[in-house]
């Protein structure tokens, strides 16, 4: 009897030590978000008389934000694909801010409109939190005039410091539809981060 609680308390603790092993919290840092903009939430745009942000049924893509002073926001529907979303701007920026510290990157995203369409990359320093610090530097490296039919677009960026902070996003100066806009780290690091391509 004492042989056999004694096998059956080994197998309990063995079985509870593999299951501990096999589930490990997950600490993987993801650096670039919701590229498809498929997340949303509800946000109230800025009610300053000097600012003209028109944000459509206050719906917005998480982990993104508006930039500047005016400009129209609106989460869209593919009219052929069920919830599949595409963000729609007129005359506005925006961006999410990518903490990794890798050094070179590519960017790709779907885009048709009309005008021009401009990459954007805003350097930050970094604070010790890890969040962006002074602006340093606004670049873009990619601008390119928009159609009527989606195009897929890629531009490759290196970093003047890998240990930056980016702020990427786009400028449109008339009106924009963008969809599938992702970050894909290409050096030592890219196996860290929760990208998408």
Same mark, same amino acid.
């Given at each position: 009897? *004492?042989?056999?609680?004694?096998? =059956?308390?080994?197998?309990?603790? +063995?079985?509870?030590? /593999?299951?501990?092993? !096999?589930?490990?919290?997950?600490?993987?840092?993801?650096?670039?978000?919701?590229?498809?903009?498929?997340?949303?939430?509800?946000?109230?745009?800025?009610?300053?008389?000097?600012?003209?942000?028109?944000?459509?049924?206050?719906?917005?893509?998480?982990?993104?934000?508006?930039?500047?002073?005016?400009?129209?926001?609106?989460?869209?529907?593919?009219?052929?694909?069920?919830?599949?979303?595409?963000?729609?701007?007129? *005359?506005?920026?925006?961006?999410? =801010?990518?903490?990794?510290?890798? +050094?070179?990157?590519? /960017?790709?995203?779907? !885009?048709?409109?009309?005008?021009?369409?401009?990459?954007?990359?805003?350097?930050?320093?970094?604070?010790?939190?890890?969040?962006?610090?002074?602006?340093?530097?606004?670049?873009?490296?990619?601008?390119?005039?928009?159609?009527?039919?989606?195009?897929?677009?890629?531009?490759?960026?290196?970093?003047?410091?890998?240990?930056?902070?980016?702020?990427?996003?786009?400028?449109?100066?008339?009106?924009?539809?963008?969809?599938?806009?992702?970050?894909?780290?290409?050096?030592?690091?890219?196996?860290?981060?929760?990208?998408?391509?």
């Amino acid at each position: 009897m *004492k042989i056999t609680k004694m096998i =059956l308390l080994a197998a309990f603790c +063995a079985a509870a030590s /593999f299951s501990a092993y !096999a589930a490990p919290a997950a600490t993987t840092p993801v650096y670039w978000q919701n590229g498809d903009f498929s997340k949303t939430y509800k946000k109230k745009p800025y009610t300053n008389a000097a600012m003209k942000i028109v944000i459509k049924d206050q719906v917005f893509p998480f982990a993104w934000h508006d930039a500047g002073v005016n400009g129209y926001y609106a989460i869209e529907q593919h009219p052929d694909k069920k919830n599949d979303n595409y963000m729609h701007l007129k *005359k506005c920026r925006f961006y999410q =801010l990518h903490k990794g510290k890798q +050094a070179k990157f590519r /960017f790709t995203l779907e !885009a048709k409109g009309k005008g021009s369409l401009w990459v954007s990359v805003y350097r930050y320093t970094r604070t010790p939190r890890g969040d962006s610090g002074k602006h340093l530097a606004s670049e873009y490296p990619l601008k390119v005039n928009l159609t009527d039919k989606w195009t897929t677009y890629k531009v490759d960026y290196q970093k003047k410091d890998a240990n930056e902070v980016l702020a990427i996003g786009v400028h449109a100066n008339d009106e924009a539809c963008i969809d599938n806009y992702f970050v894909l780290p290409m050096d030592e690091e890219k196996k860290e981060c929760g990208n998408k391509l």
